[in-house]
């Protein structure tokens, strides 16, 4: 597991095992106000994948981060699949790298629970401010190396769990 520095007016929540129908409809209603989920797609169901969220102050949701499993056929693998959005006000503090760090060790840390067969997360970069500023084939903090491009021209990347083996 990662040790970080608070970031002021910031928590963050693991909601992975419980999540009651008031914070399933807070979660909706972030997706919603802030226009998140594309069309087309349940946020509800997708409410249901989130594994952290960050609030600030007044504790409302500006960083949610979902996670499910899928078998990428490229990769011949079962991965996680990892989505994360942080409300506009809120990006360039350092919530997307926490929150995705902190997802990413969680995930790896139960996997074996969930699913031993499952090799790591793998996340399509949509944001065009990271596409532009975050141009290691490995990123740093998050250790997401890049392994190629999505029919849509984004930047996939991926992490592997210690000890996956194909």
């Known amino acids: 597991m990662t040790t970080q520095e608070p970031i002021p007016g910031i928590t963050f929540q693991n909601v992975w095992k419980e ?20 069309p087309g797609e349940n946020p509800l ?6 594994v952290y969220l960050a609030r600030n102050e007044e504790n409302h949701i500006v960083g949610i981060a979902t996670a499910y499993i899928r078998r990428i056929g490229q990769l011949r693998a079962n991965m996680f699949v990892y989505r994360s959005f942080v409300a ?18 969680y995930l790896e840390l139960i996997h074996q629970n969930i699913n031993p067969r499952c090799l790591g997360i793998i996340a399509e970069i ?8 975050l141009r290691q084939a490995v990123y740093p903090q998050s250790k997401l190396a890049l392994i190629g491009y999505s029919k849509r021209g984004n930047p996939i990347r991926v992490y592997y769990f210690q000890g996956a083996k194909i």
């Open 19 to 38: 999540k009651n129908q008031e914070l399933l409809d807070e979660i909706v209603d972030a997706w919603t106000r802030y226009k998140a989920i594309p």
């Open 45 to 50: 169901d997708r409410a249901k994948q989130v």
């Open 126 to 133: 949509e944001n065009e401010g990271l596409k532009q500023t």
């Open 88 to 105: 506009e006000p809120y990006r360039r503090k350092g919530i997307m790298t926490r929150i995705t760090v902190m997802t990413r060790d």
